[in-house]
């Protein structure tokens, strides 16, 4: 079956060059092929996120890993591109649409540890490896008795550590094991009552200029999951809102089911001494009405912030930026 707009010319998909990347790339590739006859090829691009040895709180976290994207997107070298949601940033680039958000895999957090060992049974003073305050946070409020370590690199490097005996666990998110074939690390796993997701985490984005989403592209709305875009757009907005970005403390986590959004979030302190924790659930008759999931999010993040969630991510990015 052929899509209305394909072509028997190669379509141009933009990912950088991590293993994870082109094996969540190369999935959407062929989704979209399956459903629509398009052929596609990939097209590997380097950031600044992939070269760069600091830290991701240093560089501020969200936009490193997809303003090289962007940049080619632009100029016109590749047709589309697709990212980890969560490493997209609120404010939409001009002049792009996130063409498709496919069907999210699973948003939650894994703990992959030596000998087997679960999250509980860590022993007092376990040195944990996580780049992620928000994960760092809500972490220190479950067990303030264990070492978090900043960490970096692929997933694969990060494994190595707790391989090699210099950490005795890492915390990464579940749907990226599952890329890259790492699920059989994973020794516990991190439900949302224990620990939020990023906003946007197991989803992926399939990102493409504006005029070309309605012509040429239109084909890239066969792999967009509505229930899935309603869920990210609620968690993103409560972002959005608290002026925070992929390197602040905060975890927010939608579910669409029969007719309804329920929305948790939260933004703990660095030490996971404070917390400010909100949860609401709305009538979403479609998941198509985006406004709806909008105004969840922004009603759940604005009552939070009346209970100092604002102050909780500003003394983050304080801690993030003193020398």
Known sequence: MTAEGTTSVPARLGTRRSTMATTQSQGVADTITERTGQAIELELITSFGDVTKAHLTQLGGTGVFVNALRDELVAGTIDFAVHS??????????????AAIPERDDPRDALCARDGLKFADLPAGAKVGTGSPRRVAQLSALRPD??????????????GKVTSGELDAVVLAHAGLGRVGRRDDVTDVFEPEQMLPAPGQGALAVECRTERAGSDLAYLGAVDHPATRAEVVAERTVLSELEAGCAAPVGAFAEYSEGSLRLRAAVVATNGATAVRRERTIDLASPDDLDTAVGLGRDLARQMIAEGADRIV??????????
């Open 85 to 98: 949601l969560k490493d997209l940033p609120t404010t939409p680039a001009e002049g792009l649409v996130l």
């Open 146 to 159: 264990l070492v978090y370590v900043p960490i970096r690199g692929n997933a694969e490097t990060r494994l």
């Open 314 to 323: 500003a003394e983050a990015f304080a801690e993030r930026d003193a020398p």
